[in-house]
Every structure is written in structure tokens, then in C-alpha cells.
């Protein structure tokens, strides 16, 4: 074969590129419009209880993590080989990172949630990118038998309750009850203006009860951002996997075979950037809870 | 206008004018960023990873924009 140039190559490539397309178009003609559902379509359901294609996925995604840990840790030697090594080394950058951010003593506590955390929504999201997934329907109106866990509202929503919980937890556990929860019902300055009026302090009462006022407006404004953090938790995963999935069923429909292959790569990076964002941010509210004010009497 | 072409227009405007603001935040982070980098090219990683976190932040506002214009063509 005789050598060709730089540009002869990619004009070979380019050629390839429009063939594979024509050929895509012609051999697999596409229907009008992907179907497209926001909410998880149920299957079956068992007594009742609908199971859901996300739900099927979630589960396949239990499975392959499971699968994986077990045979990693089957054989376990001192000087790990093999699959024992590679986990190992992803754990330690896991744990590396944790224990950067809430130092040695809490990283290690915060470890196991911030890890599975990471490890769930990145297996989902990454798994979600297989073929199989969204394009093998059953039953009559062609439900998809499997869909990525991250796009169904319910999955992320489960996750950020438990992050908001374990929040609260170590927040009460580290700072004990009462100076936790002066955080957010800081009325102690309020009560102590109002005394000081009554014994006759007009002007100090007064300026107390001003920024007793504001303390306990704080405390509110610290309760509402708590509770919003949920839901925001919840969109950020949500519709960053959703509109991935849109994005990628548009490309499949505009340009078959081609046109989607760069936004795969797009995809696998939000799954990556989005895992890490919703263990980090766990991982940041859990430090904030537990370093304590600093108190100015 | 009748009620479909009012859906398909506030879509158009709630993803159209959601993404402005993320937009130029992450216009003034990569420009930060850069700023950063010429003044000192040896902490690259630490910033590129700060940077695309935060720029990950500011992305996740046009999300929401882009949810609410998922909703009033594919489920309103």
C-alpha cells in the first residue's frame, strides 16, 4: 500500500464517516420522533408495587458493583495483582481525596457514605451509557426495559435525603444537641434584650433586641438553606443526567452513528464531574457541620 | 396565540434567557482561571479542577432552565 499523506487520511476517514451514515440511514430506518417519557415507565408490578425500568437499572447497577467487589476481594493478598490492585488504587484517591478536605480524623468517618455516594451515581451514569439501555422496548408501546437510575427524579432525591440526613447526624453527634441547634434557633440575644428593658435599660436593651432580631433571622435563613440544599442536590443530578440522555437520543435521531460519538465522551465526563460534585458537596456540608462557630459574646 | 404556541415560545425563552447568566459565569471563571494560570503555570491541576467544579456550578443553573423547558414541551 503506498503512503499517504496526512490529509489523505483524514479525507479517507471523512469518506468512511458518510458512508457508515448512508449506510446507517438506509439499513435502519428511523421512526419519527424518539419517545421521549420524563417520569420512569413501570414494567410490571409485583402485589401492586410498580417496578420501573430506572429501578431494573439501579439494580443492574447493584449487581455489577457487587459482582466487581466480590471478585476483588476474593483472593486477597498483601501485595494485591490484578483487579485487587486497580480497585485499590481508585480507593485510595477516593480516600486521598476525602481526608484532603475534612482532615485525617473525620475523613476516615466520612469516608464510607462520600464513597458510595461517588461510586453509585458514577457506575449509574456510566453504565447508562451502554448499548441496551433505552433501545430495547418491550410490551406494546416499545417501554425501554432499562434506564439510566440517574434520570428518574426519585433516585436522586433518595440520595440527597440520605446525604441530608448523615449531615444533620454528624452535625448533632460532633457539636451535641443544644449548640447545634442554636444555629438555627439563635434567640438566646433576643431574650436577653427583652430582660434588659425590663430592668430598665432602654438604650441597651433596645440595640440588644436589634441584633437579637437579625440572630434569629440568621438561624432562619440557616434553616431554609439546610432544606434548599435538598432540592438542590436533586435538580443538579437530575437534569444534568436527563438532558444528557435527551441529548444523546437527538444526536442518535439527527445524524445516526456518527454524530453522537463525540457527546458519548461528553457524557462520560458529566458522570464523572457529577459524581464528584455530589459526593464533594456532601463532603463540604459534613465538614461544615461539624467545625463549631466560633462564638463572639 | 393559542395555547400551543405559547408553550413552545415560553420553552424557547425559559432555556433561551436560562442560559445567559451561566453563560457569563463561566465566562469570568475560564477567564479567572486563565488569569491564574499565567501568573502561575506550576498549579495547573489544582486549578483546572476547582475551575471545572465550579463552572459544573454554575452549569447545573442552566440545567434547571433547560428542565423547565424539558417540562412545558414534553409534559405541560
Known amino acids: 500500500m503506498a503512503r499517504i499523506g496526512l490529509w489523505g487520511r483524514i479525507g479517507i476517514i471523512i469518506l468512511v464517516l458518510f458512508a457508515l451514515l448512508i449506510v446507517g440511514r438506509l439499513l435502519f430506518p428511523l421512526p419519527e420522533m424518539p419517545h421521549i417519557e420524563l417520569a420512569a415507565e413501570g414494567l410490571f408490578s409485583i402485589f401492586g408495587f410498580p417496578i420501573t425500568n430506572t429501578m431494573l437499572a439501579a439494580w443492574l447497577t447493584i449487581l455489577v458493583l457487587g459482582g466487581v467487589s466480590y471478585a476483588a476481594t476474593r483472593k486477597m493478598k498483601i501485595v494485591p495483582k490484578g483487579l485487587q490492585n486497580i480497585v485499590e488504587a481508585l480507593l485510595v484517591m477516593l480516600i486521598n481525596f476525602v481526608e484532603d478536605v475534612a482532615g485525617k480524623e473525620y475523613g476516615r468517618k466520612f469516608f464510607p457514605v462520600i464513597a458510595t455516594i461517588f461510586i453509585f451515581v458514577i457506575a449509574n451514569a456510566w453504565l447508562a451509557l451502554l448499548p441496551g439501555f433505552m433501545f430495547i422496548g418491550i410490551g406494546e408501546e416499545q417501554v425501554p426495559l432499562l434506564r439510566g437510575a440517574n434520570t428518574d427524579i426519585n433516585f436522586p432525591l433518595a440520595l440527597a435525603l440520605v446525604s441530608f440526613v448523615f449531615v444533620e447526624y454528624w452535625g448533632l453527634r460532633s457539636q451535641g444537641f443544644f449548640r447545634y441547634v442554636r444555629k438555627f434557633l439563635n434567640v438566646g440575644g433576643l431574650f436577653r434584650g427583652i430582660g434588659q428593658l425590663f430592668r430598665g435599660k432602654i438604650r441597651g436593651g433596645l440595640s440588644a433586641i436589634l441584633t437579637g432580631v437579625i440572630e434569629a433571622f440568621t438561624g432562619f435563613i440557616e434553616i431554609i438553606s439546610e432544606l434548599v440544599r435538598i432540592v438542590s442536590l436533586t435538580i443538579r443530578l437530575f437534569g444534568n443526567m436527563t438532558a444528557g440522555e435527551l441529548l444523546i437520543l437527538m444526536m442518535l435521531f439527527l445524524i445516526p452513528w456518527v454524530a453522537v460519538i463525540p457527546f458519548y465522551g461528553l457524557e462520560l465526563f458529566i458522570g464523572f464531574v457529577q459524581a464528584l460534585i455530589f459526593g464533594g458537596l456532601t463532603l463540604v456540608f459534613l465538614v461544615i457541620a461539624v467545625t463549631p462557630r466560633e462564638e463572639h459574646e | ?76
Request: glycine share 10%; no cysteine.
Open chain 2, 1 to 76: 396565540m393559542d395555547v400551543e404556541t405559547m408553550k413552545v415560545l415560553a420553552a424557547a425563552l425559559a432555556i433561551g434567557l436560562g442560559a445567559q447568566g451561566p453563560a457569563i459565569a463561566i465566562g469570568i471563571l475560564a477567564s479567572g482561571a486563565m488569569q491564574a494560570l499565567g501568573r502561575n503555570p506550576e498549579a495547573r491541576g489544582p486549578i483546572m479542577t476547582n475551575m471545572i467544579l465550579a463552572i459544573a456550578f454554575a452549569e447545573a443553573i442552566a440545567i434547571y432552565a433547560l428542565i423547565v423547558a424539558i417540562i412545558l414541551i414534553f409534559v405541560a
